[in-house]
């Protein structure tokens, strides 16, 4: 049987006395030297990484030993910096996330390389005269009609059929030799 009594008026509680001398006898250094490897096991349990979780616990008592003062008082100093560890590994997983979804929207599209015949053209285009090059260009990829080119280039149209009859001539011999090589391999 146990028998309570009544605290007198100017003495504390049974309980507070106890949770006041705990509280003197936490020290930081105690602290850290305790729970500083087992915070770590549970994070690296929780994050699958050793470096990490060791940054995150020691960031977490580093904002403890930053209000020590505070959180020296709390009944359980342990479970302040755990909850600190905790919530710094979930802003990780977040910033993990957030930074994978934006790779995520920035990956390219694979697209096959040129085939044979764009690069017979290109290379055939690349050996033409400026002027025929950019006619032939200007008119059968960028669908401008002779008088738009003429327009753009500043010269009589004649000159620009001139200028893609003489592209198309060049083109024709250039791409039928190839061809021909092409078609004796």
């Given amino acids: ?18 949770r006041a001398e705990r ?3 936490v020290d930081f250094d105690g602290l850290y030297h305790a729970h500083f490897r087992s915070l ?5 349990a929780y994050c699958g990484d050793l470096s990490q979780a060791q940054d995150m616990v020691q960031e977490a008592f580093c904002r403890a030993f930053a209000r020590w003062s505070r959180v020296s008082r709390y009944d359980d100093p342990v479970a302040w910096v755990r909850r ?14 957030t930074a994978q979804a934006w790779l995520h929207r920035q990956r390219e599209e694979y ?7 764009r690069v017979a053209l290109s290379a055939a285009l690349a050996e033409l005269p400026p002027h ?6 200007l008119h059968y990829l960028a669908d401008l009609s002779v008088a738009q080119i003429a327009a753009q280039e500043d010269v009589p149209e004649g000159t620009v059929k001139s200028w893609l009859y003489r592209g198309r001539t060049a083109l024709a011999a250039k791409l039928t030799t190839t061809s021909e090589v092409n078609h004796h391999d």
């Fill in 132 to 137: 025929q090059r950019r006619a032939v260009v």
């Fill in 84 to 97: 600190v560890a905790w919530n710094l590994a979930t802003s990780r997983w977040r910033r993990l996330r």
């Fill in 111 to 117: 697209v096959p390389g040129p085939g044979p015949d």
């Fill in 23 to 25: 509280r003197e006898a």
């Fill in 40 to 44: 770590t096991l549970q994070l690296t």
């Fill in 1 to 18: 049987m146990t028998v309570t009594r009544e605290p007198m008026l100017d003495e504390p509680p049974e309980g507070t006395a106890r």
